[in-house]
């Protein structure tokens, strides 16, 4: 996604672009969120009309409990100044948009099945790398675009901390039911589980499930009526979505951790995305950071290509001081949610309506108007 998303903000830009995807087909991950910070991304490349024409629904508020009480509403159009919705839209619906965009900037090539062998290098600079199926290409500037296992970040020696929660995710998605049409619903409880109900286009929705460890480990040998009397216990408003969850056994189980890197890059090879933060999903914002990324480290790109910029550094530094504290505060903000499920006070404290809406303003001293 972040990669696609800056090779089109670059082309659009009249920058020559090369994307290298390892995979036959794009990575097809879970993130179905798009949030206000995301979306004024995709709206300045012209692409939320596309999102929205293929199915991704737009939706102003979410509903949120502990133990199954209601314990708060975030109302996008109430608590918002600016940025009134967000849009329920699978991974692959926003990738295939950017994608078909893509195809039609002549700056930007996009190859699949491509694999980057070595990376050519004079100090922190490289110079050029050698792919499976290019031979050896050269470009002014490398960006590592390869998600949360970062091949580029270790070979330029950026190393990082990755701490994997004790609570793990299961997703999967079945026919709509008609709580989940009316209203998300995000449900927590006092042992540490979750669930989060939303659609995923107009025939379906996605069921959201996390339990700690041991517990999802012994649900997942279980019948679908043990999981569904387990969730019962706390999805108080959603039973014909509870009534419609199969065995957990079906469900992708997904490990969930948490990531920030202290540096975006070095010399000329800059880092975006899961390869430079993971967040907890409860934030709903994986996706939305690697397009707000995408969409800085397209302006700094494109700043330090222009014919007097050459040899300059300060491309990357820009980049880390827009990006870092609004990245650093979503990553904190989604350990201080997750972690607090256990204590009904502390987590309603921790539930931040702005942080949670992506409402960005404030966190980065030089953020810049997406152009
Ligand atoms: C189950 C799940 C649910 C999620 N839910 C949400 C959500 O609701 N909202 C949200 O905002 N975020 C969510 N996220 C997070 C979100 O999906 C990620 O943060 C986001 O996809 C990161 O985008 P990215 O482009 O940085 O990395 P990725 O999407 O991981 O893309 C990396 C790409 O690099 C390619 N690649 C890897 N190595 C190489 C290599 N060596 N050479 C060439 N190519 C390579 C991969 O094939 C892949 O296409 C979720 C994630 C998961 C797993």
Not at 56 to 62: A, H
Not at 170 to 176: C, I, S
Not at 189 to 216: H, K, N
Request: aromatic share 8%.
């Amino acid at each position: 996604m972040a990669g696609a998303v800056l090779a089109l903000a670059l082309g659009r830009k009249g920058r020559r672009v090369i994307v290298l995807e390892r995979a036959a087909t794009p990575a097809l991950n879970g993130a179905d969120v798009l949030k206000p910070a995301g979306i004024a991304v995709l709206r300045s490349l012209g692409l939320l009309e596309s999102v929205l024409a293929r199915g991704g629904r737009k939706r102003t508020s979410v509903q949120i409990f502990h133990d199954g009480t209601r314990v708060a509403e975030l109302d996008y159009r109430r608590d918002l100044d600016e940025g009134n919705y967000f849009i329920l839209a699978p991974y692959a619906l926003v990738l295939t948009s950017v994608l078909e965009a893509l195809k039609e900037l002549p700056e930007v090539t996009y190859l699949t099945s491509q694999e980057v062998t070595s990376l050519q290098r004079d100090g922190s600079w490289v110079m050029g790398m050698q792919t499976s199926g290019r031979g050896l290409l050269r470009a002014r500037y490398y960006v590592g675009a390869d998600g949360a296992m970062s091949w580029v970040r270790a070979q330029i020696g950026i190393e990082v901390q990755r701490q994997t929660y004790a609570q793990k995710l299961y997703f999967a998605k079945f026919p709509a039911v008609a709580s989940v049409d009316e209203l998300n619903r995000l449900y927590v409880d006092s042992s540490g589980a979750l669930a989060y109900f939303y659609p995923v286009g107009f025939d379906a929705f996605r069921a959201v499930l996390g339990f700690e460890e041991a517990e999802g480990d012994r649900l997942v040998s279980a019948t679908a009526e043990v999981l569904q009397a387990r969730v019962r216990s706390f999805a108080s408003q959603s039973q014909d979505a509870v009534a419609a969850l199969t065995e957990l056994a079906g469900f992708a189980r997904i490990p969930v951790a948490r990531m920030h890197a202290a540096e975006y890059g070095r010399g000329n090879v800059a880092l975006l995305g899961d390869a430079i933060h993971n967040v907890h999903p409860i934030t709903g914002q994986g996706m939305n950071l690697s397009i707000e990324d995408a969409g800085e480290l397209a302006c700094c790109l494109d700043e330090a290509l222009e014919p007097g910029a050459r040899g300059s550094a300060s491309w990357l530094e820009r980049y880390r001081v827009r990006r870092w504290p609004i990245n650093e505060a979503v990553v904190q903000y989604g350990h201080g949610l997750c972690s607090s499920l256990k204590d009904r006070e502390q987590f309603i404290a921790s539930f931040d309506r702005q942080m949670q809406a992506s409402r960005r303003g404030g966190l980065a001293p030089q953020a810049r108007q997406q152009q």
